[in-house]
């Protein structure tokens, strides 16, 4: 059988104690194994960590990746402005068209 | 003209057996990246307070590797070539690979007695790259929209 093209793991790292804490941090990995070839892709990144408590009590904060929010903000407001400054253009084009 | 040719004989020269081994034990060490401990760094203690980095990491990696080997024994040669005999045998091998690892940090965990907060680090750069190249590409439709149809 052959190896899978995209493999997705996620994985608990070694806890750490403080203050009567508990701290389990999260990754999730995503591998893609080129077919054919020696080589391929990793991309790591941290998920979340696990907060337990001395009672017992998990509590789950997500690793949030601003940078990549912003950017996928951004990049989104551009393509939104791009087609609008096209329609709007394009609108306001046509009805001078017709006229010649 | 008799013309032999043999296969792989273990003379070529090249170990490709070392290569493939060099190249298995690179392959896990660029399996190991998918660990967690590539992504949360040490804890730093200050004071009460202990501060757990995060960093998202992409390596990217391809090899390649190859070989091969010839022999050929010539005897009694007839036609247009002066008759003789003799042996030769050739073999040739190499391998190559490339990677790239980039990596940026996303947040630190901070663990204080007043509770486990996660502070996200906002990359300024990457941030300002994306909205100049926002601006850039409504710009240059704008450009392009207000000159009106091109005439030939």
């Given amino acids: ?100 | 003209m008799d013309k032999v040719v043999k296969g792989p004989g273990g003379t070529g020269g090249v170990d490709l057996h070392q290569t493939l081994d060099d190249i298995n034990s690179t392959m896990e060490s660029f399996l190991e990246t998918a660990s967690v401990d590539r992504v949360y760094g040490a804890p730093i203690e200050v004071g009460s307070t202990v501060i757990i980095p995060t960093a998202e990491n992409l390596v990217i990696m391809g090899f390649g590797a190859g070989s091969g080997y010839g022999s050929a024994d010539f005897e009694n040669d007839e036609g247009d070539s002066p008759p003789g005999e003799g042996t030769g045998e050739g073999g040739g091998g190499g391998g190559g690979g490339g990677g790239r690892t980039l990596s940026r940090p996303v947040a630190v965990v901070i663990v204080s007695p007043e509770g486990v907060r996660v502070e996200p680090v906002a990359d300024r750069t990457k941030v300002i790259m994306a909205a100049i190249t926002a601006v850039g590409f409504v710009a240059g439709m704008f450009l392009r929209m207000s000159r009106g149809p091109r005439s030939l």
């Fill in chain 1, 1 to 100: 059988m052959g190896k899978k093209i995209l493999v997705q793991q996620t994985s608990a790292g070694e806890p750490v104690d403080v203050n009567g804490l508990t701290v389990y941090p999260v990754a999730r990995s995503y591998r893609i194994n080129m077919p054919g070839a020696r080589g391929g892709i990793v991309w790591n990144r941290p998920l979340a960590v696990i907060v337990e408590d001395a009672d017992g009590t998990r509590q789950i904060l997500p690793v949030i990746d601003r940078t990549r929010q912003l950017q996928i903000a951004i990049f989104s407001a551009g393509f939104i402005g791009t087609m609008l400054t096209w329609l709007i253009f394009r609108k306001s084009r046509k009805p001078a068209q017709k006229e010649k």
